[in-house]
């Protein structure tokens, strides 16, 4: 029955943005406490409301922004406005101080990412050998020992009648 079904590709809605870089999203409300809807949100409401039902209890509404009015709701008596503009500004600065932590740590996570992968891509293009067993240090260590202990005179020498070659030929 699943056989049956087609198999469609992706349809971006803007395929411009698609094929850009991202960067963290940045909101464009400027109330937090509602994100400019008047509402406030459920997380922000159960700081002051413990046992909040949204199902049971009126909505609250904030004050800071003034965008309940704009559901009409008023003279139904569903909103709670005890939540009055220093209790919207405090949920507000309480939901900036949220959106700045989450951001800071989107930006650990892409910047941790992003060195991983510059990691591996340094470590794959990379000529020497990074992964060296005891027994291969020992042996670069040695090696390395050797060549530190030629005097200046043995490297003249060694230039001489390897590099420039010997006066007699």
């Known amino acids: 029955m699943i056989d049956d079904l087609p198999i469609f590709e992706r349809s971006p809605i803007n395929e411009q943005t698609e094929n850009e870089d991202k960067e963290i999203w ?3 409300w400027h109330c937090f406490c509602c994100q400019d809807t008047g509402l406030i949100y459920r997380h922000l409401v159960e700081l002051i409301i413990p046992n909040f039902d949204p ?5 609250p509404v904030c004050q800071g922004c003034n965008k309940f009015d704009n559901y009409h709701l008023k003279e139904y008596g569903v909103l709670d406005l005890r939540f009055d503009l220093y209790i919207c ?3 507000d600065a309480i939901a900036r101080d949220g959106w700045k932590k989450t951001t800071e740590q ?5 910047r941790n990412q992003l060195a991983i992968a ?3 891509i340094a470590q794959d293009h990379s000529l020497a050998v990074a992964n060296r067993t005891s027994n291969d240090e020992r042996e670069v260590q040695q090696r390395k020992a050797e060549v530190e202990a030629i005097s200046p005179q043995e ?8 590099l420039v070659g010997k006066k007699d030929e």
């Open 26 to 28: 940045q909101p464009s």
């Open 55 to 59: 199902n049971r209890d009126r909505i």
């Open 89 to 91: 500004k405090k949920l």
């Open 106 to 110: 989107q930006f650990e996570k892409y």
């Open 118 to 120: 510059t990691g591996q």
């Open 155 to 162: 490297w003249k020498a060694m230039n001489e009648s390897y």
